[in-house]
């Protein structure tokens, strides 16, 4: 539906996204170049992160079992 570095999708947070606007923005702080990203969200996509669970505990979408970012590693 969208690209984007995986970092940057495990990174991703509920503030970061603008739900009316239908905009996921990254901050510069987590881009590759330092540059804040503005990502335009198809309305599946939408449908798809307001269907998601939260996590009380923590801010991340995309949360790991015991809270904090998902993490890649093996």
């Avoid at 987590?30 to 307001?50: F, I, N, S, T, Y």
Wanted: aromatic share 8%; charged share 25%; proline share 7%.
């Amino acid at each position: 539906m969208t690209a984007a570095r995986s970092g940057e999708v495990r990174g991703m947070t509920w503030r970061e996204i603008d739900f009316d606007q239908a905009i996921w923005t990254v901050p510069a702080n987590r881009m590759k170049m330092g540059e804040e990203h503005r990502v335009p969200l198809p309305r599946q996509a939408v449908d798809l992160l307001q269907a998601l669970p939260c996590m009380s505990e923590s801010d991340f979408v995309f949360w790991a079992p015991r809270g904090g970012a998902l993490c890649d590693c093996r």
